[in-house]
């Protein structure tokens, strides 16, 4: 499995960022392998995380070359104070098993 995380400090979203943030994840819910994504927010960092994931690299490779996922990194800078991605490729998941989460398979 892999992931992709994706950390980012907010300025203001438009109508623009809006659309391209639908259409990216669109792109990621149709890419090969994709299996979810969860996120999180910071409200006093005014940071914003989304972590998706996938069963193999193939997935990933889709959605940074999709033309949205281009588009708004081309014009990150009109809607984020700044950024960062953490590409990882999952060894192993584990828990008690009482909460849902993303696993391979699922």
Same mark, same amino acid.
């Given at each position: @499995?892999?992931?992709? +995380?994706?950390? #980012?400090?907010?300025?203001? #979203?438009?109508?623009? #960022?809006?659309? %391209?943030?639908? !259409?990216?994840?669109?792109?990621?819910?149709?890419? +090969?392998?994709? %299996?979810?994504?969860?996120?999180?927010?910071?409200?006093?960092?005014?940071? *914003?995380?989304?972590?998706?994931?996938?069963?193999?690299? !193939?997935? !990933?490779?889709?959605?940074?070359?999709?033309?949205?996922? *281009?588009?708004?990194?081309?014009?990150?800078?009109?809607? !984020?104070?700044? =950024?960062?991605? *953490?590409?990882?490729?999952?060894?192993?998941? =584990?828990?008690?098993? +009482? @909460?849902?989460?993303?696993?391979?398979? +699922?």
């Amino acid at each position: @499995m892999y992931s992709a +995380t994706f950390i #980012f400090e907010t300025k203001q #979203f438009d109508d623009d #960022f809006h659309r %391209l943030d639908g !259409l990216i994840a669109k792109a990621a819910k149709e890419s +090969t392998g994709y %299996l979810g994504e969860e996120a999180w927010e910071d409200p006093k960092a005014g940071r *914003i995380v989304n972590v998706y994931y996938w069963e193999s690299e !193939l997935g !990933l490779q889709q959605l940074i070359a999709h033309p949205s996922h *281009i588009e708004a990194k081309r014009r990150y800078s009109e809607w !984020l104070g700044g =950024y960062q991605v *953490i590409i990882s490729k999952v060894i192993r998941t =584990y828990g008690d098993n +009482t @909460m849902n989460h993303i696993t391979e398979g +699922t």
